[in-house]
C-alpha cells in the first residue's frame, strides 16, 4: 500500500521525518486501510500551533497536535473507496492535515520521561486515529477514551517505541 505522507515543517533542521511517516503508515496499517491515503503533516512551534489553534478552533492557546479530518469515519471501520471520494488527480484518499508542536513534543517528552522519539510517534499515531474518527471526548475514563488509547499503545508497540 503507497500511502502518499506529506511532511512540511516551520522547525530549521527537524530530524525525524522518516520516524513520523513510519508511525503514521504503521497506524494506518493497523487500522486496516487499504485505500491509498494522503497525510499533510506541520512541523511547527508553540507560537505556529497556538495561532492555528485560535484561527481554526478559537482556542487561544498552544497545543501538543492538531487533526484535522476530511471526512468523518467510524472508530475501527476502515474507509473504503465508497465512504470518500479519492482525488481524481492522486487518486489518493485525503485523510486531512495534523500539525504538531515539536517544541511541545520535546517539553512533554522531558516531562513524561520519554524519548522525544516516543512522543513524536505518539502524536502522529494519535492524530492518525483522529483521522480515522476515533475521538476522546467522552473524558478521562469514557469508553471512547479507552479505545483509542488501546489502539495508539498497540500501534507503538507495534512499532517498536512502547510506553517505557
Not at 515543517?9 to 527537524?14: A, I, K, L, P, R
Not at 489553534?53 to 471526512?71: C, G, I
Not at 476522546?136 to 475514563?141: K, S
Amino acid at each position: 500500500m503507497e500511502h502518499e505522507i506529506l511532511l512540511s515543517s516551520d522547525v530549521e533542521g527537524f530530524p525525524y521525518e522518516g520516524l513520523l511517516k513510519r508511525c503514521i503508515t504503521t497506524a494506518l496499517e493497523a487500522e486496516g486501510v487499504a485505500v491509498p491515503c494522503e497525510v499533510d503533516v506541520l512541523i511547527t512551534d508553540d507560537a505556529g500551533i497556538h495561532q492555528i489553534n485560535l484561527e481554526q478552533r478559537e482556542v487561544d492557546a498552544p497545543t501538543d497536535v492538531l487533526s484535522f479530518p476530511m471526512f468523518y469515519f467510524t472508530p475501527g471501520t476502515p474507509p473504503t473507496e465508497e465512504d470518500a471520494e479519492t482525488d481524481p488527480e492522486t487518486e489518493l484518499l485525503p485523510l486531512g492535515d495534523m500539525v504538531i508542536s515539536y517544541e511541545r513534543a520535546v517539553a512533554q517528552a522531558e516531562e513524561y520521561g520519554h524519548s522525544v522519539e516516543r512522543e513524536l510517534g505518539y502524536l502522529s499515531v494519535h492524530s492518525v486515529l483522529h483521522l480515522l474518527g476515533y475521538d476522546h471526548i467522552d473524558g478521562e475514563d469514557g469508553p471512547m477514551k479507552r479505545q483509542m488509547r488501546e489502539r495508539e499503545e498497540t500501534i507503538m508497540a507495534s512499532i517498536g517505541i512502547p510506553r517505557a
